[in-house]
């Protein structure tokens, strides 16, 4: 089974090689990690007016194109690919949804084997299927529900059912970055120390 890095420096150096942008989300150190990207959505261009009015009228002010708030996210799939590298989709939503919905909409592989009909609940939180594993973004989601409690009290405290987990507000923003499938995933993460994952106050002392 392979190692997928996650560090301070890049948040997985093998992620994403040729990707042209960089999103930074705080970690619980003084350092930022930095996630590149090829999806250019959060990109904010600013575009200036050349004023026609009169001298005695004010200049136009700046005029920003701004898109909505939206929390990115980086589903990360249980098989490499052939290069040996993870396998990313990128993908970006209002926040406010639920992460069940988010991965539906968006093509996103959620179920594996339990995808059939009457193979899964729904989403009604009775069969576990939807579990993913969340690698960075935690403060973004809502914490466990009694549902996930007791249906993950055998699991990692970083896995989530997609059905019951919120992803933000709708004026949130950031990365969440979601390992797929995580019972069949072909590799591990590498994830230091000082980024911690497993902090749920249910389990802090």
């Known amino acids: ?32 990690y930095f996630l590149r990207s ?18 005695s009228q004010p200049p136009a002010a700046d005029e920003q194109d701004v898109e909505p708030p939206a929390v990115g996210l980086a589903f990360v799939h249980s098989v490499l690919l052939p290069d040996g590298t993870p396998d990313v989709h990128w993908r970006r939503a209002c926040g406010g949804q639920k992460l069940r919905d988010i991965m ?17 609940c729904a989403g009604v939180g009775t069969c576990a ?16 529900t009694d549902i996930e409690k007791e249906k993950l009290k055998r699991k990692p405290k970083n896995w989530r059912l997609a059905c019951q987990t919120n992803v933000g507000n ?3 923003t950031g990365l969440v970055v979601i390992q797929q499938l995580p019972e069949w995933k072909a590799h591990e993460w590498n994830i230091p120390r000082n980024l911690p994952i497993d902090d749920d106050p249910e389990t802090s002392t």
């Open 129 to 144: 299927t939807c579990m993913v594993e969340i690698v960075n973004g935690k403060e973004l989601l809502n914490p466990r």
């Open 38 to 55: 090829n999806h250019n959505a959060t990109r904010v261009k600013t575009i200036r007016a050349i004023s026609t009015a009169p001298a």
């Open 104 to 120: 539906l909409d968006s093509n996103i592989e959620l179920y594996g084997p339990y995808n059939k009909p009457l193979s899964n």
């Open 170 to 172: 709708p004026d949130s």
């Open 1 to 32: 089974m392979g190692s997928v890095q996650l560090n301070g420096s890049g948040l997985v150096a093998s992620l994403s090689p040729n990707h042209i942008f960089s999103h930074k989300t705080k970690l619980s150190n003084p350092k930022s």
